[in-house]
């Protein structure tokens, strides 16, 4: 008996994940009308479990379209996890395959920043890094440090100008600027309780860059000096790292502490000055 309905429930999960009528001799017919009630709830369930997860994108591409789209999806990637928080994460890449579905290119940014902010607000914690450890750093000591990024920050890489279509809705704007087409860089990460997300000028993107690849605070300020210069490197490096010691994206250093984010706020407050500026050597430290 206990075969027999194990058969029941396994051709039953199939008819279900694939989104088919109750196979022949599955159910009595009063069982296929049932059966029929229940797939359209299950779906339904998971269109919502992906509207949840992704809230700007139904708002923009409007519920017929996000509907056509989260069905596609649903049948192509049935959810495997016992929470629906986490049923969507493939969604960017399925958009990215299937890009006749999503009406507008930039949809696809949209929907790598809702997950980005998910995941952000579900990574692990970490003792973040203060300016007042900054301070309080021996000046001969800078150039050799290594400074670590809090587990929630995320760096994408995007085309279109979602920054302020994303604020408009989330102001509850009924008619929104149209995205136009810009390539950049967004870091999405956690401080105190609230995700935050905030685009990336170049010394900025350098910067988490070169912590991404675990270089010295002396080995930043060299890749600095190709962008802003032998003068400026120093400050530039310095001024990154305080804004974001302030923002709560960094921990606490140490040497050879490797990074693991992923690369794919809009108010925060302005961070603080160090004075003098972070030497990039032992030797400008000297001097």
Not at 260 to 282: F, K
Request: aromatic share 10%.
């Amino acid at each position: 008996m206990t075969s027999a309905f194990q058969t029941l429930q396994a051709r039953m999960q199939t008819a279900l994940l694939l989104d088919q009528a109750a196979l022949p001799g599955l159910f009595t017919p009063r069982g296929d009308k049932q059966f029929a009630v229940y797939l359209n709830a299950y779906r339904a369930r998971l269109r919502g479990a992906l509207r949840d997860n992704f809230e700007t994108l139904p708002r923009l591409m409007g519920d017929e379209a996000f509907d056509t789209l989260a069905n596609a999806y649903i049948s192509a990637n049935p959810s495997q996890h016992y929470s629906l928080r986490w049923f969507g994460h493939l969604l960017p890449s399925f958009m990215r395959a299937h890009a006749d579905l999503s009406l507008h290119p930039a949809m696809l940014d949209f929907a790598q920043l809702e997950w980005a902010m998910r995941q952000a607000f579900d990574a692990s914690d970490r003792t973040i890094l203060t300016a007042e450890e900054l301070r309080q750093m021996p000046g001969d000591q800078w150039a050799a440090l290594h400074f670590g990024l809090h587990p929630s920050v995320q760096i994408l890489s995007v085309d279109w100008t979602v920054g302020p279509i994303w604020l408009a809705l989330r102001d509850g704007a009924h008619d929104v600027p149209e995205p136009r087409e810009l390539k950049q860089h967004i870091l999405v990460w956690r401080q105190d309780l609230g995700t935050r997300w905030a685009s990336l000028n170049k010394t900025e993107f350098v910067f988490f860059s070169s912590l991404l690849a675990d270089l010295s605070f002396g080995e930043l300020c060299e890749k600095l000096d190709a962008l802003v210069g032998a003068d400026q490197a120093a400050a530039s490096a310095s001024t990154a790292l305080l804004t974001w010691v302030n923002r709560g994206a960094l921990t606490r250093y140490s040497p050879n502490q490797a990074n693991h984010i992923s690369t794919s706020p809009i108010q925060m407050a302005h961070a603080t000055t160090v004075e003098p500026h972070a030497p990039c050597s032992a030797r400008s430290s000297a001097g």
